[in-house]
């Protein structure tokens, strides 16, 4: 079985607090957008989960999130003898904020409850994902969704009005860790970006959304590269441009294909450009 992972973008990422276990509190608004990680499920063979992947840079163990939900959907299922091996296509760009780990995960629980005939609802497959990661309950539903807690808890948020996206991946990066170690030296922010944005969705309304688009991470991480390439964003005619998630992706709005077309070729030389939409994604 062929499944598809689809990547996302965060609207806003408030940053709320910090549990005593160590946990942030979030509240963000995530959109799934069209370019995707694919993976391939084969059963049988010796017991266990074995992973196989086009990008070498990724780990084949527990560390990997397909691994990890692949154990949790076999152990939950009484399926432990099973034997699975899952080949990664990996299109997302790593490190760049945009869930590819997460996708891919939620996309793992997905085909394994079909292949299976498990027939386990989207809330028992997003409470399976918590365990893997905090964006992988989003992932399994996908299309837009205001996100709180730790971010596992999902509610369905209105889809960005009709647009396009280009997404630049400059070639710096940074580990979710690091980047909330960052976040920790700094304040709390006094302002909170979310119910502008949902607003800005029930109305709408593309350019109150691009006006609206906030990160916390975006505004202690300090990437020199980041800022460069939203300055360029910004430049070159993008209704918005924010860095997605910890970063280092950064994404601009536009209103036309012509004009996120024309927007790529100033980006020459910042970093990995592709273009996309906003999309339901499964």
Request: aromatic share 8%; hydrophobic share 40%.
């Given at each position: 079985m062929k499944v598809k992972a689809f990547g996302k973008?965060?609207?806003?990422?408030?940053?709320?607090?910090?549990?005593?276990?160590?946990?942030?509190l979030l509240d963000t608004v995530m959109q799934t957008v069209s370019i995707w990680d694919e993976l391939e499920i084969q059963t049988g063979g010796e017991r266990g989960v074995r992973l196989e992947c086009n990008r070498e840079s990724l780990p084949l163990d527990s560390k990997?999130?397909?691994?990890?939900?692949?154990?949790?959907?076999?152990?939950?299922?009484?399926?432990?003898?099973?034997?699975?091996?899952?080949?990664?296509?990996?299109?997302?760009?790593?490190?760049?904020g945009m869930?590819?780990?997460?996708?891919?995960?939620?996309?793992?629980?997905?085909?394994?409850?079909?292949?299976?005939?498990?027939?386990?609802?989207?809330?028992?497959?997003?409470?399976?994902?918590?365990?893997?990661?905090?964006?992988?309950?989003?992932c399994v539903t996908g299309g837009a969704a205001r996100c709180t807690g730790t971010?596992?808890?999902?509610s369905p948020a209105p889809m960005m009005p009709e647009c396009w996206l280009v997404v630049c991946k400059p070639p710096a990066g940074m580990s979710t860790p690091r980047a909330y170690a960052l976040l920790d030296q700094y304040p709390l922010s006094s302002t909170q970006a979310t119910p502008r944005m949902m607003d800005a969705?029930?109305?709408?309304?593309?350019?109150?959304?691009?006006?609206?688009?906030?990160?916390?991470?975006?505004?202690?991480?300090?990437?020199?590269?980041?800022?460069?390439?939203?300055?360029?964003?910004l430049g070159i005619g993008a209704l918005g441009a924010m860095m997605t998630?910890?970063?280092?992706?950064?994404?601009?709005?536009?209103?036309?294909?012509?004009?996120?077309?024309?927007?790529?070729?100033?980006?020459?030389?910042?970093?990995k450009v592709f273009l996309v939409r906003p999309c339901q994604g499964v």
């Open positions: 973008i965060n609207l806003t990422l408030d940053v709320l607090g910090r549990r005593r276990d160590g946990y942030h990997n999130t397909v691994y990890r939900a692949a154990k949790f959907f076999l152990e939950d299922q009484g399926l432990v003898n099973e034997g699975l091996t899952i080949y990664i296509h990996k299109f997302i760009p790593s490190r760049s869930g590819g780990g997460s996708a891919d995960a939620a996309a793992v629980l997905r085909g394994l409850n079909e292949m299976y005939g498990a027939g386990l609802s989207d809330e028992k497959l997003m409470e399976l994902g918590a365990k893997v990661g905090a964006d992988v309950p989003f971010g596992t808890e999902v969705l029930e109305a709408g309304n593309l350019r109150r959304v691009a006006k609206g688009l906030a990160n916390r991470f975006d505004e202690t991480i300090r990437m020199a590269q980041v800022r460069g390439v939203k300055r360029a964003m998630g910890s970063g280092s992706g950064v994404y601009g709005i536009f209103e036309t294909e012509q004009q996120a077309k024309a927007a790529m070729k100033g980006l020459e030389g910042l970093g």
